[in-house]
């Protein structure tokens, strides 16, 4: 609620806030995933835009990293919550994000590592990053030309790509067929 308003609020409280938020990210109930990732979406530019850029690399890399975290619930949030971050936190590292995005939709090769939801997830976070990175109109001091032309390159060629196969993705788990 604070987030909406754009209230003051003293930095502990705002990580103790986003401690939070980053906690439910991991919660094993995709409701509470969802509901994490929603505040999410309105927090972090209300209350973390502003700060400096190094707070922005941190969280992003945080979550970069549960990507591959072993809790299957870790990655499944992580991959929402980066679907969920602004612009500005996505545009310095976006290769980056939207190949590991990629790599995160595709089927472990492990049968025991595979977890349809986690690449249900990793492609909507990786839709939202491709629609966020897109709307060039709200950002048009950020990038060139060649910037643009290398990110409709990487969304042809591999984000596409990652898509695509992943519409030929059906596993099987204890539910049986749980095609993501």
């Known amino acids: 609620m604070y987030s909406l308003s754009c209230l003051f609020v003293p930095e502990k409280t705002k990580r103790t806030l986003l401690d939070t938020l980053n906690e439910n ?3 094993p109930n995709s409701q509470i995933q969802n509901a994490a990732v929603l505040a999410l979406k309105y927090f972090v ?4 835009v502003k700060g400096d850029g190094k707070n922005l690399d941190n969280i992003t890399s945080k979550y970069l990293e549960q990507l591959t975290d072993p809790n299957v619930s870790s990655r499944r949030g992580s991959a929402l919550a980066i679907g969920a971050l602004p612009y500005e936190f996505l545009a310095k590292r976006w290769r980056v994000i939207q ?5 995160s939709c595709a089927t ?3 049968p025991e590592d595979r977890y349809a939801e986690a690449r249900v997830n990793a492609a909507k976070g990786l839709i939202s990053v491709c629609e966020t990175l897109t709307q060039v109109s709200e950002h048009p001091d950020t990038h060139s ?5 290398s990110l409709f390159l990487l ?4 984000v596409m790509m990652s898509l695509f196969k992943a519409l030929d993705d059906y ?3 204890n539910r049986g067929d749980v095609g993501s």
């Not at 530019?45 to 973390?48: C, E």
């Not at 030309?145 to 032309?149: G, H, M, Y």
């Open 171 to 173: 596993s099987v788990d």
């Open 45 to 48: 530019p209300a209350y973390l």
């Open 145 to 149: 030309k060649e910037d643009d032309l």
């Open 25 to 27: 990210l991991r919660h």
């Open 155 to 158: 969304i042809k060629n591999e």
């Open 108 to 110: 472990e090769d492990k």
């Open 99 to 103: 190949l590991k995005l990629c790599n």
